[in-house]
C-alpha cells in the first residue's frame, strides 16, 4: 500500500469525486451490455429456441470456432517464433525484423482483406479469413512475447545450456515456462479479436455471428434477435477470458532478486540463418509487401481496367479523410478524457472498489464491438432518440469500445508521475485541481499522449460500429474502403486505403515516439 493510501485511511476521507466519476465512466460501459442481455431476455423461450436452433446458428457457431481456434494457434506460433529468433539469436538485421514483426498492427484486417480479394477470388471462405487474420493479428503475441524475453533473467537459460541442454530443449523447458503468462494474453487479445472481426469476414464471405448478426439487423431491424445472437457471442468472449484465465493459474513469474539487468547471449545460427530469413521474409510479404503493394497497383490503375469501373471524387476522399479525423480525434480526446477518473483513482488512491470498477471497464474488451454498436443503436431508438444517427453517438460507442485500452495507458502514465511531487504543490498552497493541472497531467503527458494515439488509430480503422452508428451521409475512410470493395471497385477503394494506412502509421509511429518518450521521463518512477 501507498503513501497516499496509507494517508487516506488514516484519516478516513474517501475520494468521492472520483469514485463518483470512475463509476459514471463503469456504467456508461455496462450499459449497452445490460441492454444486450436485457433484449435477449425479452425473447420468448420457445421463439429463443426457435431462432438458436436453426442449422444455420449451429453453422455460424462452427464456422466461428473454428476460425478463432485456428488464428488464435497460427498467431501464437508465428509470434513466438519470431519473437525467439528476433530476441534469442544472431539474426542479420535483428532490429529491422524487430520493426517490420510490429508495423502490421497498422493495417487492419479488412484492408489486408481487400488487397487479397482483389488479388484472387480464390482466397475467399475459411482459408482467406486465416490467412488474413494470421498475418494481421500476429503482432498481438509478437509484442507480450518479445517483450518477455527482453525481460527474463537470462541466468536461466544460461544455467539450462550449461548443464548440457541444447538450443531447442533450453526453449521447450526453460524458456516456454517463463514466457506462458505473455503468450497467453497475447492469445487471448488473438481469440478475442477473431471473435469480433466483421471487415474481413464480410468481404471475404466467411460467415460468423458477427456477420449474421449485422445481416439480421440489416435485413428485419430485429433488434431482439440480433441481441439474442449477440448475447451468445458475449458468452464466448467470456468464455474466452475464463479460459484464460483458468489456464494461466496462479503461478508468479517475477525475478526474486534485481540484480544487474543485462542481456542475453545470442545464439549463433550458422546455416540456419537462412531458413529463418526466409521465413520472416515470407511473413513480411503477406502482412506489409501484399497490401501496400495492391493499394499502390489500383492507385495506379486506370478505371476503365478495374473490375468494376468507379470513378473517385475528389469531395468525397477529401470528406472521408477529414470525418476520419475529426471523429478520431475527437474520439480519442473523450475516451482518453473519461479514463482520466479511473486512472488516477487506481494511481493514487487503489482499492477493492477501485478494481472492481477496474474490472467492470475491462469487460469492453471482450465484447465484440458489433454488440456495443447495436445495443447503442436500440437504446438510441427507444430512449434516446436525440442521439440517434448523431456523432456523438458514434463518438460514445468508439468510448466505450476502446476505454480499456486508454485505461493502460492513463494509469501508468499517472503512475509514473511520482506522487511526492503533487503532495510538495499541495504543500504549497495549490488545490487539488491546481496541482492535477500544473504538475500532475505535464509529468504524465507523454503517457496520455500515448493513449490518445493507440485510440485514435482504433477509431480511425474502425468499422462495425462506423457502419451502424454513423449519420446518414457521413463516409469514413474505412467505410468507403469496405463499400467500394464490396462491390468489386477495387480501384475505388485504394486511394482510401493508402490514405487509411498513411494514417495508422504516422500514428503508429506517433505512438512509439510517445512511449520512448514517456520511459525516458518516468525512468524513476515506479512502475507496474
Given at each position: ?107 487492419p484486417p479488412f484492408i489486408t482483406s481487400f488487397a487479397w480479394v482483389s488479388i484472387s477470388a480464390d482466397l475467399q471462405g475459411f482459408w482467406g479469413a486465416w490467412l488474413v487474420l494470421t498475418t494481421a493479428y500476429t503482432p498481438l503475441v509478437y509484442l507480450p512475447v518479445s517483450a518477455m524475453l527482453r525481460?527474463?533473467?537470462?541466468a536461466l537459460e544460461e544455467t539450462a545450456r550449461a548443464l548440457g541442454l541444447g538450443p531447442w530443449a533450453c526453449f521447450g523447458r526453460v524458456a516456454l515456462p517463463q514466457l506462458k503468462p505473455a503468450l497467453l494474453g497475447g492469445m487471448l487479445l488473438v481469440a478475442l479479436s477473431s471473435l469480433s472481426e ?331
Amino acid at each position: 500500500m501507498d503513501a497516499d493510501t496509507l494517508r487516506l485511511a488514516a484519516s478516513g476521507r474517501r475520494p468521492w469525486g472520483l469514485l463518483a466519476g470512475a463509476a459514471a465512466v463503469a456504467a456508461l460501459v455496462l450499459l449497452p451490455l445490460a441492454f444486450t442481455l436485457w433484449q435477449a431476455l425479452t425473447y420468448g423461450g420457445q421463439e429463443a429456441a426457435d431462432l438458436l436452433l436453426r442449422p444455420i446458428v449451429a453453422r455460424l457457431a462452427g464456422n466461428t470456432l473454428l476460425i478463432v481456434v485456428a488464428s488464435t494457434l497460427s498467431c501464437a506460433l508465428a509470434g513466438t517464433a519470431s519473437a525467439w529468433f528476433v530476441e534469442r539469436t544472431r539474426l542479420p538485421g535483428h532490429k529491422l525484423w524487430a520493426l517490420l514483426c510490429v508495423v502490421p498492427l497498422a493495417i487492419p484486417p479488412f484492408i489486408t482483406s481487400f488487397a487479397w480479394v482483389s488479388i484472387s477470388a480464390d482466397l475467399q471462405g475459411f482459408w482467406g479469413a486465416w490467412l488474413v487474420l494470421t498475418t494481421a493479428y500476429t503482432p498481438l503475441v509478437y509484442l507480450p512475447v518479445s517483450a518477455m524475453l527482453r525481460n527474463m533473467d537470462p541466468a536461466l537459460e544460461e544455467t539450462a545450456r550449461a548443464l548440457g541442454l541444447g538450443p531447442w530443449a533450453c526453449f521447450g523447458r526453460v524458456a516456454l515456462p517463463q514466457l506462458k503468462p505473455a503468450l497467453l494474453g497475447g492469445m487471448l487479445l488473438v481469440a478475442l479479436s477473431s471473435l469480433s472481426e466483421f471487415g474481413a469476414f464480410m468481404l471475404l464471405h466467411f460467415h460468423t455471428f458477427t456477420t449474421e448478426i449485422y445481416a439480421e439487423y440489416r435485413a428485419s431491424f430485429d433488434s431482439a434477435g440480433a441481441s439474442l445472437l449477440a448475447s451468445v457471442l458475449m458468452l464466448l468472449g467470456v468464455v474466452c477470458l475464463l479460459a484464460e484465465l483458468r489456464v494461466r493459474g496462479d503461478a508468479r513469474y517475477q525475478r526474486l532478486d534485481r540484480g544487474a539487468r543485462r542481456a542475453a547471449q545470442r545464439i549463433e545460427l550458422s546455416w540456419k540463418r537462412w531458413p529463418v530469413l526466409a521465413g520472416l521474409l515470407l511473413q513480411t510479404a503477406a502482412t506489409l509487401l501484399v497490401p501496400i503493394a495492391t493499394i499502390l497497383y489500383w492507385t495506379l490503375q486506370p478505371g476503365a481496367d478495374a473490375v468494376t469501373p468507379a470513378e473517385v471524387s475528389p469531395q468525397l476522399l477529401l470528406s472521408a479523410t477529414l470525418s476520419s479525423l475529426e471523429l478520431g480525434l475527437s474520439g480519442a480526446a473523450l475516451t482518453t478524457l473519461l479514463a482520466l477518473p479511473l486512472g488516477y483513482l487506481l494511481a493514487r488512491h487503489p482499492g477493492r472498489l477501485a478494481h472492481l470498477l477496474e474490472r467492470v471497464v475491462y469487460l469492453a474488451q471482450g465484447v465484440p464491438g458489433i454488440v456495443i454498436a447495436l445495443a447503442l443503436v436500440n437504446l438510441a431508438i427507444q430512449w434516446l432518440r436525440p442521439l440517434y444517427q448523431s456523432a456523438l453517438m458514434l463518438v460514445l460507442a468508439y468510448a466505450v469500445m476502446f476505454l480499456p485500452l486508454a485505461l493502460v495507458s492513463v494509469r501508468s502514465a499517472l503512475l509514473q508521475a511520482e506522487s511526492q511531487l503533487e503532495e510538495l504543490a499541495r504543500s504549497l498552497g495549490l488545490n487539488w485541481w491546481q496541482a492535477l493541472w500544473r504538475v500532475v497531467l505535464p509529468l504524465a503527458g507523454p503517457g496520455l499522449g500515448a493513449a490518445a494515439s493507440l485510440v485514435f488509430i482504433s477509431i480511425v480503422t474502425e468499422l462495425t460500429a462506423t457502419l451502424l452508428l454513423s449519420p446518414i451521409g457521413t463516409e469514413t475512410l474505412a467505410t468507403q474502403v469496405w463499400a467500394d470493395t464490396a462491390a468489386l471497385a477495387f480501384a475505388a477503394a485504394a486511394p482510401y486505403a493508402a490514405i487509411l494506412i498513411a494514417l495508422s502509421l504516422c500514428s503508429t509511429w506517433l505512438l512509439m515516439s510517445l512511449l520512448g518518450r514517456g520511459a525516458v521521463l518516468g525512468g524513476g518512477a515506479h512502475h507496474e
